[in-house]
């Protein structure tokens, strides 16, 4: 029935559009090293439009160094980062507006990144203008969209980061990510430091807010159970090396590489 064909699209043509489409991202032979030792080989990674790609892999294995080169935050020792199409600055300071406001980060914890001293509304407030350009009367009625949109009440404008729980605080981190509307967002064990019956709230609202913007995510976890849930496609890190990637089932169901193989059976 009609229905049917409303949810099932066939994988071929899904992968026809999606080659088609421009790239989110696209990095090329990433290298970093650190004091001369090596940390990621030569990376090439691929992220379309609305889409949720999940890396796993051990700690250590240089996951937080690839979401900080692709994000700007470290330049790395060689290679290149593309953002719809355009070559990008290696340092977020260099990067032209529209890329600062299409790529934004969610770290793990959001206590660093929010000032504590700052109210929640000022906080939304200041990316709005920084990213959106929003004047200070705009201002206001976006905030209260952006806190509604991470089901955070208007009231919470009013509050510190400290007045907060570790869910609301990331949910704040959350709602400042998407002040811009950007076309990607980077997330670093974005719940990892949440309780678990917290999780499941934060997990669902990203797929909420990614359905409404056609976002695309790098989704970072060493949770196996949250990348299965969340990512369409998943890639694996093993000492700096990508050694494998596929769908989310394909690496679940069928790993091809021995690694991925034991990390698997690891969690089980
Ligand atoms: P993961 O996020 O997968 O746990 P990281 O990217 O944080 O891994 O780290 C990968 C490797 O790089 C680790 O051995 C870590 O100690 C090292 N490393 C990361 N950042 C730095 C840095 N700024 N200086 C020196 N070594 C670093
Ligand atoms: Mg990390």
Redesign the pocket.
Same mark, same amino acid.
């Given at each position: 029935g009609a229905s049917h064909s409303d949810s099932i699209k066939p994988a071929e043509h899904i992968s026809t559009v999606e080659r088609l489409r421009e790239p989110v991202l696209l990095c090329k032979d990433i290298r /970093?090293s650190? &004091?001369g #030792?090596p940390?990621l080989h030569g990376i090439d990674l691929r992220i379309g439009a609305g889409e949720t790609y999940g890396l796993i &892999? =051990?700690? !250590?294995? &240089?996951?937080?160094?690839?979401?900080?080169i692709v994000t700007g935050l /470290?330049a790395p020792v060689a290679g290149t980062v593309e953002l719809l199409g355009q070559a990008a600055a290696a340092r977020v300071e260099r990067r032209k507006p529209v890329e600062r406001r299409n790529v934004q980060m969610v770290f793990q914890s959001p206590d660093r990144t929010l000032n504590p001293r700052q109210r929640i509304g000022t906080i939304l407030g200041r990316s709005l203008h920084r990213l959106a350009g929003l004047s200070r009367s705009a201002r206001t009625q976006r905030v209260a969209e952006l806190l509604q949109s991470v089901r955070l009440s208007t009231a919470f404008a009013e509050r510190r980061p400290g007045a907060l729980s570790g869910g609301q605080r990331q949910r704040a981190a959350i709602a400042r990510a998407f002040s811009g509307t950007p076309k990607l967002v980077v997330l670093? =064990?974005p719940t990892s430091a949440l309780d678990v019956s917290v999780q499941a709230t934060v997990l669902n609202l990203l797929n909420d807010l990614q359905r409404r913007d056609d976002t695309a995510y790098l989704f970072?976890s #060493?949770d196996l159970r949250v990348v299965r849930y969340m990512a369409d496609r998943i890639g694996v890190?093993y000492r !700096?090396r990508l050694v494998e990637e596929g769908s989310s089932d394909q690496i679940f169901q069928g790993p091809n590489h021995p690694y991925t193989a034991m990390l698997l059976a690891a969690d089980n």
């Open positions: /970093q650190f &004091g #030792h940390v &892999g =051990e700690s !250590g294995s &240089g996951k937080s160094t690839l979401a900080r /470290q670093d =064990e970072i #060493h890190l !700096g």
